[in-house]
């Protein structure tokens, strides 16, 4: 059973920094594949933040580009966010994707082409 566990969320001011971690456990890392990031605002759709490929590729949305950094822990199987320059329109409830069952990554952000996701961590930012 594949599982991602998001931590790392929280509160944090105006152009403060966090990181985020997402735990996966049950994956079967076949090349290739595709680990994402996602958020949610209230009464907003999902969206895409990024993306990082097996082979260390990235994408990310324009509305983070330059400000968020994704990594990846292959030994520890484990997903990072890194955010730097926070804003309010930030605030969102972040989730880990991953892209399956096997062998497959789309190099996409939408959130059809992943299989398999996280229960979220809260980043509120305030001023």
């Known amino acids: 059973q594949v599982q991602l566990v998001e931590s790392g969320g929280g509160p944090v001011e105006v152009g403060g920094s966090l990181r985020v971690t997402c735990k996966i456990s049950?994956?079967?890392?076949?090349?290739?594949?595709?680990l994402g990031w996602f958020r949610q605002a209230p009464g907003k759709e999902r969206e895409g933040v990024g993306l990082?490929?097996?082979?260390?590729?990235?994408i990310y949305a324009d509305s983070v580009s330059g400000r968020f950094t994704i990594s990846q822990d292959k030994a520890e199987n484990s997903l990072f966010l890194q955010m730097y320059d926070l804003k309010l329109e930030d605030t969102a409830m972040y989730y880990c994707?991953?892209?399956?069952?096997?062998?497959?990554?789309?190099?996409?952000?939408?959130?059809?082409?992943?299989?398999?996701w996280g229960k979220g961590t809260q980043v509120t930012v305030s001023s």
């Open positions: 994707a991953a892209t399956g069952p096997r062998g497959v990554c789309y190099n996409t952000l939408r959130t059809v082409d992943f299989s398999y």
């Open positions: 990082i490929t097996s082979a260390d590729g990235h």
């Open positions: 049950g994956y079967t890392f076949t090349t290739p594949y595709c």
